[in-house]
Structures are given as C-alpha cells and as structure tokens.
Antibody, heavy 122, light 107 residues
Framework: QVQLVESGGGVVPPGRSLRLSCAAS????????LHWVRQAPGKGLEWVAV????????YYADSVKGRFTISRDNSKNTLFLQMNSLSTGDTAVYYC???????????????WGQGSLVTVSS | DIQMTQSPFTLSASVGDSVTITCRAS??????VAWYQQKPGKAPKVLIY???SLESGVPSRFSGSGSGTEFTLTISSLQPDDFATYYC?????????FGQGTNLEIK
C-alpha cells in the first residue's frame, strides 16, 4: 500500500540544524510532487514546502524561506527537509505528504506520513 | 497569499445530528479546496477534494460544496467516529494555506 514514513526528528538547541527524511513506498515516487507540512503543539496545520516530481522546482512558506531546503532522491524514493538556523517557533510535528495526482503541484495532499516531532529547545 | 477563514472554531453536536463547517477564501480559488479530518496524535486524512469530490472509502454522509470563495463541509447523521478536528485547505497555488480548524466535539 502507499506509505510515507518520516524520520530524523528530535531535540535540537536553537540555531542548530536538523535534516528530516521521508521514505516512500507503494507508488511511482518519480511521478508525484511532495510536500512538508508542520503542526506546532496544540495548533493547526501549516504548509512548509513543496518539490516537483523531478526535483527541479520548489516553493516555500515565507516563515522558512532561506532557512529550510526541500530535496528528493528519486533513486532512493526519499524526500528530505534540511532545516537550518532553527528557532523555538519551529517546534512542531513535521509531516510529509504526497500530491493527490501525478506531475502537478496543485492537488490535495494524500496520503500523509505519521509525522516526526522536532523540538527546538536549549 | 490566500487566507482561508474557517468557522466555527468549535462545534458541539450529538450523534445523529447534521453539522456544517464553513470556509471562506480571501480570493477566488475556483474549486481547488480540500477538507481533512484529524484525530489526536494522528496525521490528517483527506475527505473531500476539488470542493465536492468524495475521497474513495470516505462515508457518503460527508459532502462538500462551494466554488470561488465560499465552501462548506456537511456531515449528516453524525457517528461517534466523526468527532475530530476538520481543516479546509486551498491548493489553487502556493503557499497552500489551511483554515484554522474546527474541533467537532460531543455535546
């Protein structure tokens, strides 16, 4: 079945870096755009970034632009989120999610991974 | 950027009731709206996409409508499993914004 599994979360001091991974299986990885979405404790959903199916295009939320980098390795069916200059405001569960249909960006998100908790704290 | 304003923030209802959640976009998003259900500690799950298309496997008591800037999610004959938080989302263009969420609780 279609599955996304995040890893790499943990506790990190402010100003440091962390890289999240999202391993995909059960579908044609190279045909779908992929997103990162985060959810701070007790808060709503915030879209973070998207990368095209071929890795050539991406977009970011203003809140992470210049600090976070989304990338993918299509040979390993894996999505990444490199997070630099982390602050306490970045504390959240980070979900990866697949676009609902092939090739384009503008589709609903389905499915989602189970999430990976990132805690930025000294 | 497109803002999605969702209401109400909290909704109290009983099993068997019908409820409606509303989402307003700050500019037209055509029908590029999805609705998600999220339960505590779990990832969101899509219910409705393209404003009114029911995701496969989702019960038919869930329905969506709207276009342009006004959208609704209706749940008819509430079941115990439906008490959760619901989010609307526009995917017309990046940044792909979500509504603030509606917490549907048992009365």
């Amino acid at each position: 079945q279609v599955q996304l599994v995040e890893s790499g979360g943990g506790v990190v001091p402010p100003g440091r870096s962390l890289r999240l991974s999202c391993a995909a299986s059960g579908f044609s990885f190279t045909s779908y755009a992929l997103h990162w979405v985060r959810q701070a404790p007790g808060k709503g959903l915030e879209w973070v970034a998207v990368i095209s199916y071929d890795g050539r295009n991406n977009y970011y939320a203003d809140s992470v632009k210049g600090r976070f980098t989304i990338s993918r390795d299509n040979s390993k069916n894996t999505l990444f989120l490199q997070m630099n200059s982390l602050s306490t405001g970045d504390t959240a569960v980070y979900y990866c999610a697949r676009a609902g249909d092939v090739y384009g960006f503008s589709y609903w998100f389905d499915p989602w991974g189970q999430g990976s908790l990132v805690t930025v704290s000294s | 950027d497109i803002q999605m304003t969702q209401s109400p923030f909290t909704l109290s209802a009983s099993v068997g009731d019908s409820v409606t959640i509303t989402c307003r976009a700050s500019q037209s998003v055509s029908t590029w709206v999805a609705w998600y259900q999220q339960k505590p500690g779990k990832a969101p799950k899509v219910l409705i996409y393209k404003a009114s298309s029911l995701e496969s496997g989702v019960p038919s008591r869930f329905s969506g409508s709207g276009s342009g800037t006004e959208f609704t999610l209706t749940i008819s004959s509430l079941q115990p499993d439906d008490f959760a938080t619901y989010y609307c989302q526009q995917y017309n263009r990046a940044p792909y914004s979500f509504g603030q969420g509606t917490n549907l609780e048992i009365k």
